[in-house]
């Protein structure tokens, strides 16, 4: 990891943390990783209007007043307030000029940080006022921390901190029901179907024939119950199962793709790496380097 400190700011006062971290390409396909990082004690002209921006955004108020406009929505920003946001989105964030904000943030992705994003956001939306027991800020501190020293475990650490601050945002938005209705008896027979067959080519429409369902409503009712498209499902069994060839044969990557139904190596690598974040090769380099 590599950084670089923001000096100057015309909105921002000099006692103002700003760390611009550069993540390896292997940190990016292991870990939750920073892109910046920072504390800031605002001026009144302080104005952040962004969109397009490929992160999250994890903000914290610790004291003064903040307001947020995103998705359609504006919010006023208080002293233990924090906001998680999808930077990709239009948003602008901005003190209130008497009462000027302070406050600790960080932009970053990687791991299942959209996973996390749409959980807390579906139940409480953006912004959550935390509980005073709450270890968000001492790890906000704690991150910004690791990020400084710069060393060579500063990514496992930030990784973990990254983890620890979603998993607290998670509990305070008391996202607790992660329970399923049981699928009828017509998608767990496609569910088996794609399991045992997941190394052939099927498509939707031999789904629907096969099983006497339409498209449209296989579609719907296969994500209603599994949470993925029939196609989406199948290509995750077999991403599994390119996983699992990579890691237990000596089988050349031309190999495995045609074992598990590809129709080229090209096609095979493009669909791994969009799944994994990295190439079959890669993978199969990591994977052994974890086992020995």
């Not at 912004?127 to 005073?132: D, G, H, K, R, T």
Request: glycine share 4%; proline share 4%; charged share 25%.
């Amino acid at each position: 990891m590599t950084i670089s400190i923001l000096r100057e700011s015309p909105d921002i006062e000099e006692q103002s943390i700003h760390i611009e971290a550069y993540a390896s390409l292997l940190a990016k396909s292991i870990f939750y990783y920073v892109h910046s990082v920072g504390h800031y004690h605002v001026k009144p002209t302080f104005c952040v209007e962004q969109a397009n921006i490929d992160s999250f955004l994890l903000a914290y108020t610790e004291s003064g007043v903040g307001y947020l406009d995103y998705a359609g929505h504006s919010y006023t920003l208080r002293a233990g307030d924090v906001f998680l946001i999808d930077c990709r989105q239009p948003h602008t964030y901005r003190t209130n000029e008497t009462n000027l904000w302070k406050l600790m943030w960080v932009h970053f992705e990687g791991g299942s940080t959209s996973g996390y994003y749409k959980q807390i956001n579906k139940h409480t939306g953006p912004v959550i006022s935390l509980q005073q027991d709450s270890f968000i800020p001492e790890n906000l501190r704690k991150l910004i921390t690791a990020i400084q020293s710069n060393d060579a475990r500063s990514p496992i650490i930030s990784s973990k901190i990254i983890v620890d601050l979603l998993t607290d945002l998670l509990l305070q938005s008391n996202c607790f029901d992660w329970s399923y209705p049981e699928p009828p008896p017509s998608i767990e027979r496609i569910v088996k179907k794609m399991q045992t067959h997941c190394k052939e080519k099927i498509t939707l429409d031999q789904l629907a024939e096969e099983f006497f369902i339409s498209k449209y409503h296989l579609t719907r009712e296969f994500k209603r119950y599994t949470g993925h498209s029939p196609i989406e499902y199948h290509m995750k069994l077999k991403i599994a199962a390119a996983k699992d060839l990579l890691r237990t044969t000596a089988l050349s990557i031309v190999e495995i793709g045609s074992e598990i139904g590809f129709s080229s190596v090209n096609h095979f690598i493009g669909r791994f790496k969009k799944h994994e974040g990295m190439t079959p090769l890669a993978y199969r380099k990591r994977s052994r380097c974890v086992d020995d």
